[in-house]
């Protein structure tokens, strides 16, 4: 069974920084892409950024210049590094890969890590 565990949430003030980690485990043959999720309370799951095998990352426009993700493909593990946060940074902070196991490819979710960035 292929588990996704997030670490590294926590309470920050606003201009600080977390560092979101992220490790696949199970019978994994392959992690394609990985992404970081957030969801903030009344408010639609949004991505906040992915990165695919080959290291081509993508990002929400309000982020951009401010986090970063990277990965290591042979630990199957991705970060998110999170700088100048703000207090709309605020949400459940969630894993998110598509991975290829021993059951199929498919996507899985990580359980999420609460990020709150006080004023």
């Known amino acids: 069974q292929v588990q996704l565990v997030e670490s590294g949430g926590g309470l920050v003030q606003a201009g600080g920084s977390l560092r979101l980690s992220c490790a696949a485990s199970?019978?994994?043959?392959?992690?394609?892409?990985m992404a970081w999720f957030r969801q903030a309370p009344g408010k639609q799951r949004e991505l906040v950024a992915d990165?695919?095998?080959?290291?081509?990352?993508n990002y929400l426009d309000s982020v951009m210049g401010r986090f970063t993700i990277s990965r290591d493909n042979a630990k199957n593990t991705v970060h998110l590094q999170m700088n100048s946060l703000k207090p709309e940074d605020t949400a459940v902070y969630y894993c998110?890969?598509?991975?290829?196991?021993?059951?199929?490819?498919?996507?899985?979710w990580g359980q999420g890590t609460q990020v709150t960035v006080s004023s």
């Open positions: 990165i695919t095998r080959g290291g081509r990352t």
């Open positions: 998110n890969a598509h991975v290829v196991s021993g059951q199929g490819d498919r996507w899985y």
């Open positions: 199970g019978n994994i043959f392959r992690v394609n892409i």
